[in-house]
């Protein structure tokens, strides 16, 4: 069956870089959309980035600049760089995989999350 699994989450200070990695199995990444979201506690779920199977992606303006999503194929791996980090990236990332491959807000499998917490 389709499973991702992230992984790279941890305590970083403000200013500081980590790059987060989602490994799918059962699931080509690409040939695929995918896609990070994140979620803080008392927050709406928002899309970080998402990138299709052409390789063009798409950041979001409170990451733009910062945050690169980028795949390995030959790993079959989704990574998000996060560089610059500030204490409002702190949430849990997920990474999510699309039906085709380009992206129409189609979010069909999920990963587990993991959790970034950026401090001051």
């Known amino acids: 069956q389709v499973q991702l699994l992230e992984s790279g989450g941890d305590s970083v200070q403000a200013g500081g870089s980590l790059r987060l990695s989602c490994q799918a199995s059962g699931y080509t990444v690409k040939d695929h959309c995918m896609a990070w979201f994140r979620q803080a506690p008392g927050k709406e779920r928002e899309k970080v980035a998402n990138?299709?199977?052409?390789?063009?992606?798409w950041h979001a303006n409170s990451v733009k600049g910062r945050f690169i999503i980028s795949r390995d194929n030959d790993k079959n791996i989704l990574y998000l760089q996060m560089n610059s980090l500030k204490i409002e990236d702190t949430a849990v990332y997920s990474c999510?995989?699309?039906?085709?491959?380009?992206?129409?807000?189609?979010?069909?499998?999920w990963g587990q999350g993991t959790q970034v917490t950026v401090s001051s």
């Open positions: 990138i299709n199977s052409a390789a063009t992606t």
């Open positions: 999510t995989g699309g039906p085709w491959g380009y992206c129409k807000d189609d979010d069909n499998y």
